[in-house]
């Protein structure tokens, strides 16, 4: 069944005394219930040492107040332009809900133990992709990666597949939240949530 749309001429304007981690759960909440296909979709930003933006859609695997959480390659090429730069973007997009977020902060690596924890949720297949693939590198054709995968799968046949050394996860501390909602006739409703290291953020709403 279609997700019903909702009538943007009836939509609340965005609460400015939220708390901008509330707010950000109450929309997600939202998304989940709406959207027909990976509500935790998001564009993650990052920056090459020479200052060279790139960006690619990613699945949030977690949040809390310490931050958002996602899981990659750490020889990908987002994986080293992080190492390199740790600061980073992140954009969802709620089509059904005409919703916008983005986030912007610094990123610093997971612990091993969370690493270790997510991993052994991943379907086994996903597992053993992650340590057949190099991922981001040349793949001479898709046949050598079939055999890779075939390979590894009889490597661990019987057995739990172990995170490889160079897979794990990177946390995005929000000091930036920026919340969309669309209006008629591009009459948008924006608020940004600012923290300059302070205990309160500052809340401000934009012009459309």
Same mark, same amino acid.
């Given at each position: 069944?279609?997700?019903? %749309? ?7 304007? *965005? ?5 901008? $981690?509330?707010? $950000? ?42 931050? $958002? ?5 750490? !020889? ?27 986030? %912007? ?14 991993? =052994? ?9 992650? *340590? ?20 590894? !799968? ?10 490889? =050394?160079?897979?794990?996860? $990177? ?6 939240? !920026? ?20 205990? =309160?953020? %500052? ?6």
């Amino acid at each position: 069944m279609a997700a019903t %749309e909702p009538n943007v001429d009836t939509l609340p304007l *965005i609460d400015l005394s939220s708390d901008p $981690f509330d707010l $950000f759960t109450k929309w997600m909440q939202d998304a989940e219930a709406s959207e027909l296909s990976d509500p935790n979709a998001m564009t993650l930003a990052t920056v090459s040492p020479e200052g060279r933006p790139s960006a690619r859609i990613i699945l949030l695997k977690g949040f809390d107040r310490d931050g $958002f959480r996602f899981y990659t390659n750490l !020889e990908s090429r987002k994986g080293r332009e992080l190492e390199a730069t740790p600061v980073a973007a992140l954009l969802f997009h709620w089509k059904s809900l005409r919703r916008q977020i983005r986030i %912007e902060g610094t990123v610093a690596p997971v612990t091993t133990a969370e690493a270790d924890a997510y991993f =052994a949720t991943r379907r086994r297949l996903s597992q053993i992709g992650a *340590i057949a693939s190099d991922q981001s590198r040349p793949l001479p054709d898709r046949e050598t990666f079939e055999r890779r995968i075939h390979e590894v !799968e009889e490597r661990y046949e019987g057995k739990p597949v172990p995170r490889p =050394a160079d897979w794990s996860g $990177f946390c995005l501390r929000p000091e930036r939240f !920026e919340f969309w909602q669309e209006r008629p006739y591009r009459l948008h409703d924006r608020a940004i949530w600012v923290n300059h290291g302070k205990a =309160a953020w %500052e809340v401000t709403r934009l012009y459309p």
